[in-house]
């Protein structure tokens, strides 16, 4: 166990200093606006750099196979928080884990930055998938260790929090997109570089001010004897996995479809694993199991809404690069600007939404209808983009408006659930999971694109109605369907709202 208790860690990080809520707030904030910033930089001009031709500086990658993984490299991004989440509790503490995963990410985009082809783009990926691993649910973790149990700023600081994230994801696309669309891809890959080195700076030059013992320590150590053991079995799972590697991918065995297969198996299959070990640990309750029926079906709802929003990146995307008319009003756009057009919404409207919910007070809906209201918001983003198809055919060029709509949208669904959705499954997680609250809740994320790794390929403009027609239709009727049962799901939250 740890050496400090809870009061302890929350009395040694100083309590006031940002907007009114603990100095720490500063250091997490800037670290993951820097990440994000990254991320969503790089996001912002992957595709692109994937499927334009080698002689205009791209890789040449065929469209569907760069759609594809995009999809699949978004999922790994969030399944690797399974292994971040486990190092903090275990070997580093979050602090640490959150420093070695800056570092791992600096180091993806600076991969990325050099003109060194697949290659490189495969190394950065790895180093990237890793890295965010090692981050993003720590850094969101320790955001609980500012405050005590009962401080009522608790809340309000992940809105801040969640402020951060999408300012770094609005500015991202702005500076690292033009720079790599405008001059070249590499200078904007750079440029991400850069900003995860600020993040880092911050990080490093105001935790121990700031954040005081909050993710100093380790919860749950390993023990010596269990040390080696573990170790040895990484260790041979990482030479096992090389030597597998080794022979299938020269022998043309494991190519990135079959990988991409897999990663699709393995989205499916470790949420449904998760779900098993908890509902059958000893150590949960009977209301606790109940909780866990009640979290399924939002835990699936969850998944079709990222299903939707994760194909801003890629096949909206696409749809900036290939169908939209750029100049607009005299100015001419560039595709990845578009990528800043969800992140500015949730900028603008989140405060609202925050309102909204605060004077409906024990009127506003629950958080299954919530739910319902993200998936009815994400189907009518998707079957907005019918309408321009459906007027003037896939040959001539629309209107940016329509996708300005359709982000609009998907974050009004975004609104409705992303934010509620990290909150519920805090709650509805059993009390022996806790740790790993913020990695189950970004497996429905890491799920939802592990489905789009196979869906993202059916695209083109030829199937464009059917497409956004029958995705936007799901949602619609799963939205309906949890919306129907939202009294059931509700009981079975015993309590929970
Ligand atoms: N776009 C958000 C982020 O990057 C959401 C991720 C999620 O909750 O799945 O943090
Ligand atoms: N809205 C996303 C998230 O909350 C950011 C994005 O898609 O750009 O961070």
Known sequence: MSRYSKEEIVQSVPQKGFFGHPK?????????????????GMRALLLYYMYTEVASGGLGIDDGTAKSIMAIYGSL???SGIIGGWIADRLLGTQQTVFYGGVLIMAGHLVLALPAGTTALFISMFLIVVGTGLLKPNVS????DLYSPSDVRRDSGFSIFYMGINMGALIAPLIVGTLGQEYNYHLGFGVAAVGMLLGLAVFLATKRKYLGLAGTYVPNPLERDEKKKVFTRIGLGAVAIIIVGAITIPAGILTINRFTYLVSFLGIIIPTLYFI??????????????RLLAYIPLFIAAIMFWAIQEQGSIILAEYADK????SFLGIELQSSWFQSLNPLFIVVLAPFFAGLWVKMGERQPSTSKKFSLGLLFAGLSFLVMIIPASMNGTESL????WLVLSFLLVVIGELCLSPVGLSATTKLAPEAFS?????????????????NAQ???????ETEIIYFGVIGGIAILLGAMLFMLSSKIQHFMKGVR
């Open 398 to 401: 629309v209107s940016p408006v």
């Open 24 to 40: 720490g707030l500063f250091t997490l904030f800037f670290t993951e606006f820097w990440e994000r910033f990254s991320y969503y």
């Open 277 to 290: 070990v908890m509902y059958r640990s000893p150590k949960t309750d009977a209301d606790e199991k109940s």
């Open 77 to 79: 991004v969030y399944m």
């Open 323 to 326: 169908r939209t008319d750029l």
């Open 141 to 144: 973790s320790v955001v609980g």
């Open 435 to 451: 740790a790993q609250t913020m990695s189950l809740w970004f497996l429905s994320n890491a799920s939802a694109q592990a489905i």
């Open 455 to 461: 869906i993202v390929k059916l695209y083109t403009p």
